[in-house]
Every structure is written in structure tokens, then in C-alpha cells.
């Protein structure tokens, strides 16, 4: 079901940052958005859309992501 109102500024923040992790840890294993959003499988739009913290994962996605990236999950929410 869609949510009527938006997110508090500070989860959309909390969000933006949980996504800049994300693409750090993707940088630093040296891999493209389309390679991780093709091993999850997801579409690279929508994986851009969670690293550039504009949708929110489930936390099967973020599994997922850190499973993939090769980093603990706690190291993408920290």
C-alpha cells in the first residue's frame, strides 16, 4: 500500500546515507551498478534509485546488496 504522507526529513536523510554506503562498499569491491543489480536481480534503475537513497530497500534487498558487494550488512546500515 503507498504511504499518504512522505518519510520525516531525517529518515529521507538516514537514507541517503545508508545509500552512499552502499556505494562506497560497491566502489571499493570495484563493481558497476549494472553488475550488482544483475547479480540480485533487480533492475539498474531501481538500484540507483537505493544508492541515490530515493527508494527504500526491503531488507531482503539489502541482504542482497551486502551478500553481493561481499561486506557485512551491518557495514551498508552503520
Not at 545508508?18 to 531501481?46: C, F, H, K, S, W
Not at 531488507?59 to 558487494?69: F, G, P, R
Request: charged share 25%; no cysteine; proline share 8%.
Amino acid at each position: 500500500m503507498p504511504r499518504s504522507t512522505p518519510p520525516p526529513e531525517w529518515v529521507l536523510a538516514r537514507r541517503r546515507q545508508i545509500g552512499d554506503q552502499i556505494r562506497a562498499a560497491r566502489l571499493y569491491a570495484n563493481l558497476t551498478q549494472e553488475a550488482v543489480a544483475n547479480r540480485i536481480p533487480m533492475d539498474r534503475a531501481g538500484y540507483n534509485r537505493i544508492e541515490q537513497g530515493h527508494a527504500s530497500a526491503t531488507l531482503d534487498t539489502l541482504i542482497l546488496i551486502a551478500d553481493t558487494i561481499g561486506v557485512p550488512l551491518a557495514e551498508l546500515v552503520r
